[in-house]
């Protein structure tokens, strides 16, 4: 597989995970699954919350894309899309839990960017309702209209 080809496979992964994370988390984590992820909504939070299930379970996904592709992963779709997700991941754990929620260590930064995403999450966060709030994504909202 062409590196190109590769690198592509693993935005789509990333890409991907950004559009299911919006739908799952929209129509199943604030619909059927709502139980388990109304203790991330809640005001307040021990060290482990129900809802870090929820990352797991994608964290494991990732794992198996990887682990599927680990004999030949730079000609594996597989292995590149789970990079992807994992990277994807990382990005999340650290914008959102470690940025917005301040969790575990948490975090400054004066980056515009990142004030926006933590914003628009605590936007989200205003309603502790199942109905829920937008944005359900965490990097795709429009921007313009979180401005602090």
């Known amino acids: 597989m062409d590196l190109l080809i590769f690198i592509?496979?693993?935005?789509?992964?990333?890409?991907?995970?950004?559009?299911?994370?919006?739908?799952?988390?929209r129509f199943i984590f604030?619909?059927?699954?709502?139980?388990?992820?109304?203790?991330?909504?809640?005001?307040t939070h021990g060290l482990f919350e129900l809802n870090d299930l929820f990352s797991l379970f994608f964290a494991g996904v990732s794992?198996?894309?990887?682990?599927?592709?680990?004999?030949?992963?730079?000609?594996?779709?597989?292995?590149?899309v789970g990079v992807?997700?994992?990277?994807y991941g990382m990005l999340y754990f650290i914008i959102h839990d470690l940025f917005a929620h301040k969790r575990f260590m948490p975090f400054k930064s004066d980056s515009k960017i990142m004030r926006l995403?933590?914003?628009?999450?605590?936007?989200?966060?205003q309603s502790i309702d199942k109905d829920g709030e937008e944005p359900y994504g965490l990097f795709l909202f429009p921007y313009d209209k979180y401005k602090e």
């Open 8 to 25: 592509g496979w693993i935005l789509l992964g990333f890409a991907g995970m950004e559009i299911v994370s919006y739908l799952v988390h």
């Open 30 to 43: 604030h619909g059927l699954l709502w139980r388990i992820h109304r203790s991330h909504h809640e005001p």
């Open 63 to 80: 794992v198996y894309l990887i682990y599927s592709g680990v004999e030949n992963p730079l000609a594996s779709a597989s292995f590149a």
């Open 84 to 87: 992807g997700i994992a990277v």
């Open 117 to 125: 995403i933590r914003y628009a999450h605590q936007r989200h966060h």
